[in-house]
């Protein structure tokens, strides 16, 4: 069956830098548009990043533009997000996903189980 299962969270200072990964079996990664969400508690799961199959095309939310690169390797089956210049407020549960279609689209097929991230002020 599917599965994503995401790495390389933690906590970090305000200013600080983290690289997340997430790890695809039991799919054609290279047939999917990847996409990272975060949930803050309290809070519902908001979009942050999403890359195009092919790694030509990707979105972001204004929150992290310029802060956070998503990228892929189609040949390991995995997905990055290279977190810079944390904030306190990119406090949350990191989730990578899979869909079917544009890198704008919010409905996503599959999801891993996340990965936390705290950021100290």
């Known amino acids: 069956q599917v599965q994503l299962v995401e790495s390389g969270g933690g906590l970090v200072q305000a200013g600080g830098s983290l690289r997340l990964s997430c790890a695809a079996s039991?799919?054609?990664?290279?047939?999917?548009?990847m996409g990272w969400f975060r949930q803050a508690p309290g809070k519902e799961r908001e979009f942050v990043a999403a890359?195009?199959?092919?790694?030509?095309?990707?979105y972001y939310a204004d929150s992290v533009k310029g802060r956070f690169t998503v990228s892929r390797d189609n040949a390991k089956n995995m997905g990055y997000l290279q977190m810079n210049s944390l904030k306190p407020e990119d406090t949350g549960v990191y989730y990578c996903?899979?869909?079917?279609?544009?890198?704008?689209?919010?409905?996503?097929?599959?999801w891993g189980q996340g990965t936390q991230v705290t950021v100290s002020s």
């Open positions: 996903g899979l869909r079917r279609g544009g890198v704008s689209g919010k409905s996503y097929d599959y």
């Open positions: 039991g799919v054609t990664f290279s047939s999917y548009t």
């Open positions: 890359i195009w199959w092919s790694g030509t095309s990707t």
